[in-house]
């Protein structure tokens, strides 16, 4: 064999090595790919690792998460349990109640009082602690938690904030089919912090530790106001999660107390940023319950029915969310026209019921309840959602805004994080950290007004005309 005759045989065999070498890597890239497509779709398909992606604009990074929940729920008994601490002590400069909750920032401040994030330090988890001020409603607190604070630390207040009262029952009517999970936020600790100060106008001394809902109702309704969404789409994401309001309702005024020998509760402050969402698929629960009382409460003196005033502010606020979240997009037009002329099904609900049916919301939901139930029709409305199985949901895809159909789980799922990313925003514009950033579906577009007269009617305090309230009321 000459020496031409041997080189050409080893090119060959060189050649060929490096195509064996060539396939093995085409092969275990191949096999790369379809390993990270299959990571890829298994992500996907999970409702919570979708709203677990973070997305980073600019120097602001949003991690989307669903909200942080801590599920033990606590009980009257549980407070008087000796193992519950009943008395904390505050650090007065990092204000945390050392060593259980560390403080991190405000989260709100209303009338009655403030709401504050902390961490917990036994679960890790982020629960907010509320505080309350001289203007919020106090009663007698039950003779065991008193009779504790005085012989144990030698502490003589006997009342402390009806909301924590509220809390801590649980409205659930086990003589009912409407059992089964709580319809109400939950209290998960609550103390008492002694103070050596006379000021009266220092914050009370009870505080109520609650977990870390998704923020009120009207939160994802701003965010949403900018999709140019129709009424009726709104209707179609939102139905079926509101039923839990009238639900909700439906147990309070139902369950009863041995110790107060009632025969119900009504809330008494149903609004919008009295609705919380439960998690990151906006699931509806009744929060605030500082306002709560009994049935036949001396505040109701001339009311025709507490419980009929609670079922009438849930449908105003169901209706001022539908109008609230396409006020931008489309402008109060719309929604005011077909208010008016009842062409929607949810306008001809609300007003069958006002002019008509005016069922409380035990009726309204349980079709066992009256046996002339069977003739009214709201009932429908309610529990059945409106036709369709999908929603047309914008978003935003290698830089091309395009709408998507959705199931409604999926819908919610985009939304929460839009929720999100507006918090964050809205945060960045206070803190003038957002420069030129913003949501691919922001508009600087105001909110224009429309009938005053709907805005009217669509009140819920302060002068709103209510079924069930008397002569203030709808005759």
């Not at 709203?51 to 602001?60: A, C, E, S």
């Not at 008509?356 to 009214?376: C, F, G, L, S, Y």
Request: proline share 4%; net charge neutral; aromatic share 12%.
């Amino acid at each position: 064999m000459g020496v031409h005759d041997f080189n050409k045989k080893q090119r060959s065999c060189m050649s060929g090595l490096m195509s064996a070498k060539r396939r093995r890597s085409f092969i275990f890239a191949g096999a790369f790919i379809v390993f990270l497509l299959l990571i890829h779709v298994s992500s996907s398909s999970s409702p919570s690792a979708s709203l677990l992606r973070g997305y980073g604009y600019g120097k602001i990074q949003v991690f989307k998460q669903a909200p942080s929940m801590e599920t033990s729920r606590l009980t009257l008994d549980n407070l008087l349990s000796p193992d519950h601490k009943i008395v904390r002590i505050i650090n007065e400069t990092s204000k945390d109640f050392e060593p259980d909750y560390v403080y991190h920032r405000r989260l709100g401040r209303g009338y009655e009082g403030q709401a504050d994030v902390y961490t917990c330090q036994r679960t890790k988890k982020t629960v907010i602690i509320k505080t309350f001020f001289s203007t919020t409603c106090m009663q007698l607190a039950p003779r065991r938690v008193s009779d504790r604070l005085y012989y144990e630390h030698n502490i003589t207040d006997t009342k402390w904030p009806c909301d924590i009262n509220a809390t801590l029952r649980r409205y659930n009517n086990d003589s009912s089919s409407l059992t089964g999970e709580d319809l109400t936020t939950h209290a998960i600790d609550a103390f008492y912090v002694p103070s050596n100060s006379t000021d009266k106008s220092r914050p009370l001394l009870w505080k109520m530790v609650l977990p870390l809902y998704g923020g009120a109702l009207d939160s994802p309704t701003e965010a949403l106001s900018y999709l140019n969404m129709s009424t009726t789409a709104i209707d179609f994401l939102y139905r079926p999660r509101y039923r839990t309001v009238f639900e909700g309702l439906a147990r309070m005024h139902t369950t009863q107390d041995p110790l107060l020998n009632n025969t119900g509760f009504c809330h008494d402050d149903i609004k919008i940023d009295n609705l919380f969402l439960r998690n990151g698929l906006h699931e509806i629960i009744l929060g605030d319950l500082g306002q709560t009382r009994t049935l036949d409460d001396k505040f109701h003196n001339g009311w025709v029915d507490c419980r009929l005033v609670d079922a009438h502010r849930a449908w105003k606020t169901y209706l001022v969310l539908i109008r609230d979240a396409s006020m931008r997009g489309r402008g109060p037009s719309e929604f005011d026209a077909q208010f008016v002329t009842r062409t929607t099904e949810w306008a001809a609900a609300y007003w069958r019921w006002l002019e008509k049916e005016r069922t409380v919301p035990q009726h309204m939901i349980d079709a066992q309840a009256d046996a002339e139930w069977n003739e009214a029709t709201t009932k429908g409305f309610w529990d059945t959602a409106p036709q369709g199985t999908t929603i047309d949901f914008p978003v935003f895809e290698n830089g091309v805004i395009m709408r998507v159909p959705m199931s409604r789980d999926e819908a919610f799922q985009h939304l929460e994080i839009m929720r999100v990313e507006f918090e964050a925003f809205k945060k960045a514009k206070n803190d003038q950290t957002a420069g030129d950033w913003a949501p691919w579906w922001y508009w600087n577009r105001p909110i224009v007004f429309g009938n005053g007269q709907i805005e009217q009617e669509l009140k819920v305090i302060n002068g709103a005309k209510l079924v069930g309230l008397g002569g203030n009321g709808y005759n």
